[in-house]
């Protein structure tokens, strides 16, 4: 990644961002809240988390991506935007981003992240399957000619995936992840 390059695990329940020579500048829930009449967010990441179940009718705080997609496109589009200025301070410059997407995701889906991000500033958008971004996060060499399985349990998507060569091999993306797992425990 160059300088102004920035990673984004766009997650169900949580936001990672990476920008280069920094690490992790973004470690906040995937949250939302927005007045309910006119639509306007007033809060996002961890002020909008601690708005969850605490707000008068007028002012809903949501998750806006489920089970790992994008379910309320203007609302995630704001949180991207939000957060890529946050993580990202120059104005002249836009950044490069690489934002991970379950290894399922379809066409429609796959369109509606990367016009999220470009619609937020960055001047270009690279498609990263989430088992490839975690098998390069746990320090796999996933070039070589060798057999890897990865499991991703996310908040609302697990993936299942064999790499080798540098790509995926055979994959499985299930909506069955760690949100649910907290519900059974419950």
Do not use: W
């Not at 766009?10 to 470690?27: A, P």
């Not at 996002?44 to 008068?56: D, I, L």
């Not at 996933?142 to 994959?171: F, P």
């Amino acid at each position: 990644m160059a300088a102004n390059d920035i990673g984004i695990d766009l997650g169900t329940t949580k936001v990672m961002i990476y920008r280069d020579g920094d690490g992790i500048v973004v470690n906040e829930p995937s949250v939302v809240a927005y007045d309910a009449e006119s639509g306007k967010p007033i809060a996002f990441g961890q002020k909008a988390f601690e708005m969850v179940g605490k707000t008068h009718k007028n002012i809903i705080a949501e998750y806006p991506l489920k089970d790992g997609v994008i379910s309320n496109y203007t609302l995630t589009k704001e949180m991207v935007k939000y957060f890529i200025n946050k993580s990202y301070d120059s104005k002249v410059v836009k950044p490069k981003v690489s934002i991970c997407v379950p290894s399922a995701v379809t066409g429609i889906e796959e369109n509606a992240v990367v016009d999220a991000a470009v619609s937020s500033g960055a001047r270009q958008v690279l498609i990263i399957e989430e088992p490839i971004a975690a098998a390069i996060g746990a320090g796999l060499d996933i070039l070589k000619a060798e057999g890897n399985i990865i499991v991703d349990i996310g908040g609302g998507t697990t993936d299942v995936a064999v790499i080798s060569l540098g790509g995926i091999v055979c994959s499985k993306s299930i909506k069955l992840a760690g949100n649910a797992i907290d519900r059974e425990i419950i």
